[in-house]
């Protein structure tokens, strides 16, 4: 398994920036994509953007395009969400997560095995 730690989730301002980071430790070499999903309360768990752990291939929802961007670091075995230009809908408890084998449904959150803590984003408006 996989372990992941998110943070750098808080409080911002609607327009304002926020960089979430994720890192892996454990059985790191059989990841073959990292994925961050979000849930508001009473709200369903949601797709937010995923990347190949080794490709770099890049997949977002299309409420995010063109504000956020993920990335990842292999050498700190890291994966990152850039948010810019945050709305008040952006507002959830943010989870990466680690998926296994290259037959995954990216937005899915059933193709992913290993889930982090959650960290929350608050967007005030």
């Known amino acids: 398994q996989v372990q992941l730690v998110e943070s750098g989730g808080g409080l911002v301002q609607a327009g304002g920036s926020l960089r979430l980071s994720c890192a892996a430790s454990?059985?790191?070499?059989?990841?073959?994509?990292m994925g961050w999903f979000r849930q508001a309360p009473g709200k369903e768990r949601e797709f937010v953007a995923a990347i190949t752990w080794s490709g770099g291939r890049l997949y977002y929802a299309d409420s995010v395009k063109g504000r956020f961007t993920i990335s990842r670091d292999n050498a700190k075995n890291t994966v990152y969400l850039q948010m810019n230009s945050l709305k008040p809908e952006d507002t959830a408890v943010y989870y990466c997560?680690?998926?296994?084998?290259?037959?995954?449904?990216?937005?899915?959150?059933?193709?992913?095995?290993?889930w982090g803590q959650g960290t929350q984003v608050t967007v005030s408006s």
């Open positions: 997560a680690a998926a296994h084998g290259p037959r995954v449904v990216y937005s899915y959150s059933g193709s992913y095995s290993d």
């Open positions: 454990g059985r790191t070499a059989s990841t073959y994509a």
